[in-house]
């Protein structure tokens, strides 16, 4: 039986997780569930799973949160803010931790899990693109075992032997497919001034806005890039990004013999997950499996880094090295949020990601923590001011 936290519960990963524990109720019992303020569904999920904790992200919110669990009678312990979030990725009884919060913020917690020597499911991406160099080393030291969700970085690690570095397997290239999101076949003038929720309205994939925003702009495949670096043991020159407008074909792994293996399937976060949470079995997702005649066709193109600029600096970022990444994050994660809220063009958030790497230079990392959040909130403080000047 194993017992899971899965931090970022209520948001669209979170929800995918606790559908397929629900199907493998002998498997699995739900020990924590987090989240930032949709308190509402939290609550919800807390009266089908009966957690033992609770973690409510915004402090504010979690006294109020507290009450109403009290009320209904839930035997679910409430806990606050980010020690909350820690404390029940790395307690003792936990084996497994999901970790699908989105953005910077689910790095300390999934960091606390790593430490802790978890099975730590990654979906969160951006913890990885951030400290990834730390990251690693303490996967390493912990002994913790590293699965990755995201689907591309999930179908790799399905197409190689485990445990077995790329050379050793006889790796040439990773094959990283893209969808290329809603404006794949927009002009840069047409880009321009799209909504929010155009950009959010992904042709083959139902996800939070930021991961959504991030497609459209291809910045999620230059995060993807960046993490599939890390989790691999390799450099960006090994990787080709191929853009599949279908999304069937989630990755492929090209070997020194001519072969090329590739995970195919339908577009659903619960085959990764179910993955990861039974790996290595293979359990029931609640996924169809796939009718390659409703499919018919399977294209590939090569991406356009003209128009998808973001592709192109992340790729730069992760060559710079040192700060260089976690910057690329922090102005990203700024400048999608303006985004979102109306106060940046579309294709102004590759060009504030653009300006705020400019600005600051690439620096080595100091290897913890507490520096990491110095060099992220800097960044986030020039991003905003980029907004300002140039929105
Ligand atoms: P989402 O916005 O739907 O959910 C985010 C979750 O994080 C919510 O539970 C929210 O409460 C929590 N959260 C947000 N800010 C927080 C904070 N400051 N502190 C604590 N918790 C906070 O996002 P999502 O689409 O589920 O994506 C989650 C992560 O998984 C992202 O890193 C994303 O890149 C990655 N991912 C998502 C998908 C997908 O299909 N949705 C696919 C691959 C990877
Ligand atoms: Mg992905």
Known sequence: MQAITVLG?????GVSTLDVIARHPHRYRVFALTANSRTDILLQQCRQFAP????VADEQQ??????RVREEG????????VA????????PEVTTVMAAIVGFAGLSPTLAAVRAGKKILLANKEALVCAGQLFMQAVGQAGATLLPIDSEHNAIFQCL?????????GVRRLLLTASGGPFRERSLEEMEWVTPEQACAHPNWSMGRKISVDSATMMNKGLELIEACWLFGTTPAQVQVVVHPQSIVHSLVEYADGSTLAQLGNPDMRTPIAYGLAWPERIDAGVPALDLFVAGRLDFLPPDEVRFPALRLAREAFIAGGSAPLVLNAANEVAVAAFLAGRLPFTGVARIVERVLEQLAARPLPG????LVAVDALSRQCAEQEIKVHA
Request: glycine letters at 10%.
């Open 74 to 81: 839930l035997a679910v312990e409430v806990l606050a803010g």
């Open 84 to 91: 909350g979030l820690e404390a029940v990725a790395a307690h």
């Open 52 to 55: 033992r904790y609770a973690v």
């Open 62 to 67: 979690a006294d109020a949160f507290a009450l």
């Open 161 to 169: 032997p485990y445990g077995k570095t790329l050379v050793e397997a």
């Open 9 to 13: 519960a209520t948001g669209s990963i």
């Open 368 to 371: 913890d923590l507490s520096a």
